[in-house]
């Protein structure tokens, strides 16, 4: 891979999924119901892992999902994943939901989780990963972190 195709793959890695919320989308007290929220984050961290190691991958873990205020039916969301870590096989992946209100150019952190994603070959077996850059690495135990 050339650093000029690496430099796609770097700049490519960050994926941004932007949805209105709409009634189909809320709940009873019309906000965005939290499994919703989930599914579409884990979408953001599928595509962003996907980008990443262009190969098919599965998420084989969800972190804890921290939920800091209401997403109120008629915003915008906007998911941005990155990828935070990566392992032999597996890649980290952090995804924040910033909300817009529709009339405003004022946004806010609503919800935030972490995603494992593991590459598969064409035997469905785990398959390695492109790594962070050096520069971005952090610790020894073999899993290479972003400064992020
Ligand atoms: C993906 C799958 C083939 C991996 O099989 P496995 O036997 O766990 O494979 P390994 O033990 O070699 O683990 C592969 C990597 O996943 C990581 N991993 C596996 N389970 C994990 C978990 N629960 N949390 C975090 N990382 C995990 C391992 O640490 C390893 O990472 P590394 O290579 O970067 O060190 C298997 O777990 C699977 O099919 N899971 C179901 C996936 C799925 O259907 N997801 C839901 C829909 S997308």
Partial sequence: MSAGDRQDVMSGAETHLVYPVFPRDTNHYH????GMAMSWMDQAAFICATRWCR???VTVHSGAVDFHAPVP????????????????????????MWVEPMDQFERTLACQGEFVLVALDAQRQPTPVPALPTERVGGDDGVTRATV
Wanted: charged share 25%; glycine share 10%; hydrophobic share 45%.
């Fill in 55 to 57: 190969r098919p991958v």
């Fill in 31 to 34: 906000t965005l119901f939290g």
């Fill in 73 to 96: 039916e008629g915003s915008i969301v906007d998911l941005v994943a990155r990828v935070r870590a990566t392992g032999r096989t597996s890649m980290t992946i952090v995804v924040e």
